[in-house]
């Protein structure tokens, strides 16, 4: 029983960790309650999430398709690249977003990973044509 509360207590404390996260985002409550109910699925998700409120760093055991939580971050922050020139835009600076970002990206590739394997090889933002 007390072993039953403990994990109560952690899930509790994580669910208001990405409520929190999502609000220092700007997104509404509703946003951080939709990821909370799709990380709270997925147990790779809850050890990642975990970790990362522990140390503020991606643990990157977990993988989707090939893809960890840091290979989701780089392809947003290089994906939004050429809004440089609008930083209040970009997802770049403001961390909490990018953090929600990638853990949604995650949630949505556990459901359907190939509408993201083709994006992430591809869509680096760069305007080079090869």
């Given at each position: ?111 359907n990973p190939e509408q993201f ?14």
């Amino acid at each position: 029983m007390e072993q039953q509360t403990e994990l109560d207590k952690a899930l509790t404390t994580l669910q208001n960790f990405i409520y929190s996260l999502a609000a220092q985002a700007g997104r509404e409550d509703t946003c951080g309650e939709k990821l909370w109910q799709g990380i709270r699925q997925s147990e790779g998700l809850l050890r990642e999430l975990a970790y990362y409120h522990d140390y503020g760093a991606f643990l990157c055991q977990y993988k989707v398709a090939g893809y960890t939580l840091a290979d989701v971050l780089v392809w947003q922050v290089d994906h939004f690249k050429l809004y440089m020139d609008r930083p209040d835009e970009m997802n770049r600076y403001r961390q909490p977003r990018l953090v929600l970002s990638a853990f949604d990206t995650m949630v949505r590739m556990e459901q359907n990973p190939e509408q993201f394997i083709d994006k992430m090889r591809y869509e680096t933002g760069q305007d080079i044509i090869e």
